[in-house]
Each structure stands twice: as structure tokens, then as C-alpha cells.
């Protein structure tokens, strides 16, 4: 059985800053869908083509994009950036949870009956579900804290939560 999910960009962006990170979130999921505008916020200032972002951390077979239209349904979208109404609306089509970590962002798709989840969550996810070890999901949500993905009220939080576990 396929398991999928569509991304925003900065789950991605968390992704970069742990050791792994992209082999981590295959061990969750088979494909993980964006929306071009997040390809585009992904690739911007660093890459002259877009897909060379995809071929720099080896995921072109992990990460699909797919097309999307702006749903206008949803209450507060177009307050948004074009990546999050874009990443939103893909869940909304393609009714898949969403990894999202921007406050505002989530507030909307959860508004919408979107399931979200950022990095940090998908860590103890994987630490529940037994895909990882409670010293790779510290290390992991150690690494997101130092490199300034989660807050350390965040990080605490977790910790104890995989303290308790």
C-alpha cells in the first residue's frame, strides 16, 4: 500500500537541516507531493532550473509535482503565500494529510479538514509507529531545534513526550 502526503516548503527546508533527513521521511512515505509554487520557493536565489533542487538531495522519485487550482472555498487562503495556497489547496484535491509548519497555514487547512503535521511531528511519529529509535528521534529533534526549525518550548515539549514513551 502507497502511503503519500503533500508538503509546503519549509517541511522540506526542515528536511535539509537533519542528518538524513529526506531518507527519514522515506521511511514514512512513498511519495510526497508539492505544488509547482513550492518547487519554485524551494529552488529560488540557489538554482538556475528548478528540478536541479530535486537532483542536489536525490529525491526526484520521492517528490512529484503535480498541478494545482486555488481553491477559493477556503476561508482566509488569500491571505497566504503562493506556496501555502497552493500546498493547501493540493491537499484539499488530492485528500491527503499536509506537512505544513507556518502557524497561519495550518490554522486555514485545518479550517479546511486537512490533517497536518510538521517535521518535529512526523519525528515522534516515526518513533511511535517503532521506524526509529528514541536516540535517533532526540538526535533529530535536537538538530531541528539547533538549526532553528522548532522553539525550544517545542523541543522541550517533544523531548519529554519521548521521555514518556
Do not use: C
Not at 511519495?31 to 528548478?50: N, R
Not at 509535482?65 to 497566504?80: A, C, N, Q
Amino acid at each position: 500500500m502507497s502511503k503519500a502526503i503533500v508538503s509546503d516548503t519549509s517541511p522540506l527546508i526542515s528536511l535539509e537541516k537533519i542528518s538524513g533527513g529526506f531518507n527519514f521521511i522515506r521511511k514514512l512515505y512513498d511519495k510526497v507531493f508539492i505544488p509547482p509554487a513550492v518547487l519554485e520557493e524551494l529552488s529560488k536565489g540557489s538554482f538556475s532550473d528548478p528540478v536541479k533542487y530535486l537532483k542536489k538531495y536525490k529525491i526526484e522519485e520521492l517528490v512529484e509535482v503535480k498541478p494545482v487550482s486555488t481553491i477559493s472555498e477556503i476561508p482566509d487562503i488569500d491571505r497566504l503565500d503562493e506556496g501555502e495556497k497552493q500546498a493547501i489547496s493540493l491537499a484539499y484535491q488530492l485528500n491527503l494529510p499536509l506537512l505544513i509548519e507556518e502557524t497561519m497555514g495550518r490554522r486555514i487547512a485545518l479550517s479546511a479538514g486537512i490533517h497536518i503535521s510538521g517535521i518535529a511531528g512526523q519525528i515522534v511519529k516515526a518513533y511511535r509507529e517503532k521506524i526509529i529509535e528514541r536516540t535517533g528521534a532526540t538526535h533529530k529533534l535536537k538538530e531541528l531545534f539547533q538549526s532553528g526549525r522548532i522553539s525550544k518550548k517545542l523541543y522541550d515539549a517533544l523531548s519529554v513526550a519521548l521521555e514518556r514513551s
